[in-house]
């Protein structure tokens, strides 16, 4: 059974970080892509940023200069450094995991960002 397990949301005041990991288990042999998605009240889920298996990175025009995504394919992780968040980047953000086979998703973690 895979899992993903997230960490590192919580509440930020504007122009804070905060630092999103994510780290897959169980039995996933092969990633095209992993990635960061998010969801806010009232809207659709949305794709913040993503990066494949050879290191491709791309974001939501939103978040360009302030997000960074990092992974370890081997490792089974991915990150997503915040910077300079601001309240529209508040909602609940969830990992993806994109195989041959299957997407994988996390149970989700909050971000709140206050003015």
């Known amino acids: 059974q895979v899992q993903l397990v997230e960490s590192g949301g919580g509440w930020v005041q504007a122009g804070g970080s905060l630092r999103l990991s994510c780290a897959a288990s169980?039995?996933?042999?092969?990633?095209?892509?992993m990635g960061w998605y998010r969801q806010a009240p009232g809207k659709q889920r949305e794709l913040v940023a993503r990066i494949t298996g050879g290191g491709n990175t791309n974001y939501a025009d939103s978040v360009k200069g302030r997000f960074t995504i990092s992974g370890d394919n081997v490792k089974k992780t991915v990150y997503l450094q915040m910077n300079s968040l601001k309240p529209e980047d508040t909602a609940v953000y969830y990992c993806?995991?994109?195989?041959?086979?299957?997407?994988?998703w996390g149970q989700g973690t909050q971000v709140t960002v206050s003015s």
């Open positions: 993806n995991v994109d195989t041959p086979l299957h997407d994988y």
């Open positions: 169980g039995r996933i042999f092969s990633i095209n892509a």
